[in-house]
């Protein structure tokens, strides 16, 4: 499976993103889908998830109710909407798939990775 990330870019404190993650190869649609995302200095950390049928969701404390993440199987493809975005988002932000494990928190357990695109958040 290739992933393959978009969306990112610099944006005020209180602006809105979306990112866009696209799956090729395999059978990602029955995958369940992630966001990670890795600050300078930091170690990379769980954002958001969501189940291969997309009934379920599972968001890291810091970004609920700011971040919603969705899919559209049919375009093999998972969002992720940021709005009311900070400073402390800034982080490069990877999609990743886990292939039964539910829910996918933890970044040594995902089975794919695409690159990462980077959200820069000014103050």
């Known amino acids: 499976v290739q992933l393959q990330a978009s969306g990112g870019g610099l944006v005020q404190a209180g602006g809105s993103l979306r990112l866009s993650c696209t799956a090729s190869?395999?059978?990602?649609?029955?995958?369940?889908m992630a966001w990670f995302r890795q600050a300078p200095g930091k170690e990379r950390e769980f954002v958001a998830a969501i189940t291969w049928r997309g009934g379920s969701t599972r968001y890291t404390d810091s970004v609920k109710g700011r971040f919603t993440i969705s899919r559209d199987n049919a375009k093999n493809t998972v969002y992720l909407q940021m709005n009311n975005l900070k400073p402390e988002d800034t982080a490069v932000y990877y999609c990743?798939?886990?292939?039964?494990?539910?829910?996918?928190?933890?970044?040594?357990?995902?089975?794919?990775w695409g690159k990462g695109t980077l959200v820069t958040v000014s103050s």
């Open positions: 190869g395999g059978t990602s649609s029955t995958y369940h």
């Open positions: 990743a798939v886990e292939r039964s494990i539910w829910p996918p928190v933890n970044p040594s357990g995902m089975d794919y």
